[in-house]
C-alpha cells in the first residue's frame, strides 16, 4: 500500500512525486484536524463563558431580589448567602453596601477536580465577569450583590468535550489518509508506467506505452508514444537507406554477389581474425569465352546465364553446408568469381562436386565455347590477402589453359597445427576448462580522447604445457561445438578474479551462437551472474550480429534479460546485417563494434565511409557508442573519428600471453 | 436639552430632566401603544411617539441623565407598587420610577411618571419600592463597552440599553 511506501527512499534519495503528493495530503490533513480541534473547543469555550455569565447575572439577580425582599438583619443575610452559595455552584457570593465595605462574602477555596491537565487550564480558562445585582432597603441602597459560578465544572466539561473532539477528529483523519492513499494510488497507477517509459527510452528503448484515463498522463504518454514511434520512423527509414547503399556499394548489381572491394576487406578480415591459424580455404572460378554468349546468344542469355552460374555456387554451398562454417562468395571480375569458405577439412571433395555441377550447366550451352576451370587452395599461416590471391590465380592460369572446365587444388593443409585429430583437441580443451588452466587476454577499447570504455576479453587456454590465444583453438573449439563450456568457463573465471583485479571494472565478454541458442547454457550464466550483481553491473556482452539477426527474437529476450540485470549489450563484427534489426531502438544496446571489414583502408573507400558515416549517426540517435574492430592505420583511425566513430578497439596490452608457433 | 443642561449642577440636570419628559410624553400604555403587552422602548422611540408607559418614562429619564453625566451609582431604576386614586385606595398598580441618590446612603428623589414633581422618596406614600437596579456589572469599569457577548441581550433591559446605543445616545 502506498501508505507503507511513504518513508521508502529512492536510491537517488531525491523525493518522489509520491512523497510530496502524501505530504501536501498530510498537511492538508494535519492543517484540518487542528484548526477543527482548536476552533470546536475555542466556540465550545465561548458558549459555556456565555452561558455562565446568564447564569451569574440571572442568580446575582434573584439572590438580590429576594435579599431586597427580607429582613437585613446580619444573620439572615448570611444564612441566605450561605444556603445560596453552599447548595449551588458558585466560586464566590459577595454582599457589598454603597460604600464598598463587604457585609458578607463566601468564596470557595481549593481544587475538587485534578483530571484537567494544567496546560489546558491555563490555556481555556474560562474568564467570565460575576454577576452584579442591586440591592434595596426601602428606597434606600442597601448593596450589591456579586455573584461568580464556580467555572472548573465547565472547564472540566470542556476539557471532557476536547478529548472527545481529538479522538473523534484523529478518526476522522485516520479515515481520510486510507481514502487518500487508496486515490493516491490510482491517480499515480499510470505514472509508474510513464516513469518506466522515460527511463527506458533513457536506456535507448524506444517502447510505447498504454495510454492512461489522467488528462495530464495521458498527454504526457502520447507524447511519448509519439516520440517513440517517431525515434522508430526515424531509425526505420535510416536503416533502410543505408541498407539500400551499402548493398550497392557491395555488390554486383547482375548478379547480387559480393563485388571485390567487398571481398577484399572480407579476406582481409579473415586472415586477421584466424591470427596465423587460417583454416580456410580460397576458390577462384573463371567463365571462359562469357562474351560469346552475348555475341551469340544476346545479352539476355548472357546475364541469365551468370544469374545460373550464381544459383549453381550458392546451392552447392548450401548443400555442403555441414563442411565448413562460414561462406563468402563474390563476383571479382566479369568473368571472375570467388569462394572463401573458413573451417574447411576436405577440400578436394567439394572441388570434385562443383565441377561436376560446372560441367552440367557448361553442357547446356553447346552453341558457345564456354568453360568454368577453377582452382582452390587451402589459406596457410603466413598468407596475406596477396599472396593467397595471386596462389590462387597461378593455379587458375594452369587449370584455364586448355580452355576446358576442370580443376586445379594444392592441398597444402596445415600440418604446423598442435593436434591433427579432433578428439585430442577435445580433450585438451576440456582438459584446460576443467583444471582452470586458462588466463584472459584484454582488448582495451578506448575512445578517441583516450578514455577507456571497457576491456574485451578473450580466453586462453593452457593447452599440452603451453598457453594459447583465443583464435589459436577457437575454430576446433566451435567444430567440437565446446564454444558454450567456453563461455561457462570464462564466467567462471572472471567471479572468481574479478575482486581481486583493478582493470577488470569495465569488460565485455562475447558469447556464442552456441551459448545464446542453448537456453540452460545461457540460463545458467545469467543466473550465476544474477548472484554476482557487482560483476554483472560492470559486465557488457558482445554478440555477433550475424547471430543476432538470424535469431532475433532469442537476441531480444535476450536483451531484455540482461539488461534488467544491470549488464550490457554490444553487437560485435556489425557490418551488412545491421540495419536488419527490426526494431534496434527497443534493445537498448550499449555499444556496437564495426567489422573490420569496413574499418580497414577506410580512407580510399568513399563508400565504405558513407555507409559508416551513417551507421554513427543512427546509432548516436539512439545512444548507442559506435567502436571499430581491427582498425590500427593511423590515417583510418582519424577517418574513423571524423565520421563520428567513438572509439576503437586496441591490441592486447597484456603481452605475457606469447604466441606458440 | 441636553446640549443646554451639559454644565448646570446634578440637582438641576434632574429637574431639567424630568420636566422635559413630563413635558413632551403623554402617558400610554402598552398596549394601547406597541399592541404588546408590556414593551420596553427605547428613549428615541418613545420620543418619536410622544407616548410612553411609565418604563419608557424612567427609561428615557435615566438615559438622558447618564447622558448628561451623572454617575451610575447615583442611579437606580425602581420596581414599585404604586397606590392609585388617593391614601385610602386599595388599587395598587405596578410601576417603575427612577431614584437619584445623592449619597449612596441618602433618601432618593424619585422621578416619576404619574406627577410632574421631582420630590424626595419619604415625600412618596403612595409608592413602595420592590427592587432596585442599574446598568452596574454590565458595562465594564468607566466603559461603555459592554463585558457581555450576544446571547446576554436576551434580557430587556440590555436590550434596551444596547439597542438606544445603536441607535446613536452614548453616555
Known sequence: MAFFSLFKRNRKSSITLRQELWLAILVVILVGFISSLLISTYSAKNYFSSQLYLKNVDNANNLALMISQLEKDPVSLELLISATFDTGHYQRIELQDPTGEVIAKRVFSGDFDTSTPD????????DVAPGVSQVNDGWSQFGTVFLESHSQYTEQALWQSAVRLFFSFLLVAIVACIASSYFL???????????????????????????PHTYEFARLVSSMNQLSSRFSQIIKEDKKRLEEFRFKSQHDELTGLANREYFSATLEAQLK???DHAHGALFLFRVMNLDQISERLGRVEMVDFLRRFTKTLILFLEENEDRFSENHIARMSHTDFTVLLTDIDDLKLLSERILQLHKTLVSEYQGVDLAVPHSCTFIESKDTRFTLLKRVDNLLKVASSEQTTQAELTDNKNKSELFDNPDSWREAIEQA????????MLYPVTSFNGKLLHNQLTLSLLLNGELY??????????????????DWGIIKYLVRVFDEREDLKLISVELSEETLLDDSALA???TYLLAFPDLAKHICFDIKESIAVAELKIFRDFCGQVNSMGAKVALKRVGSAFTKLDKLQELGLEMIKVDSIYGHNISYSQDNQTFLRGVCSMAHSIGIKVIAEGVNNPDDLTMLQSLGFDGVVSQPTDETVEQDN | MLVQSQNKPEQQKILIVNDFFARNLRYRTDIQLWQQKDYWATPLETLGKGLGDCEDYAIAKYISLRALGVDDNKLRLIYVKAQIGGPRSNRTQAHMVLGYFVTPNAQPLILDSLITKVLPAAKRTDLSPVFSFNSQGLWANNSTKSVANPTARLSRWRRILEQTQREGVMW
Open chain 1, 119 to 126: 496546560w489546558f487550564h491555563h490555556l481555556y480558562h474560562l
Open chain 1, 185 to 211: 494510488s490510482r491517480i499515480l497507477r499510470p505514472l509508474d508506467d510513464v516513469v518506466y517509459q522515460a527511463s527506458e527510452l533513457g536506456n535507448k528503448r524506444f517502447i510505447k506505452s498504454k495510454v
Open chain 1, 273 to 275: 581474425q584466424s591470427e
Open chain 1, 433 to 440: 576448462l576443467d583444471n582452470d588452466d586458462l588466463d584472459i
Open chain 1, 469 to 486: 590465444r583465443h583464435g589459436y583453438y577457437y575454430h576446433w573449439a566451435k567444430r567440437l561445438k565446446l564454444l558454450s563450456r567456453l
Open chain 1, 524 to 526: 545458467a550464466i545469467l
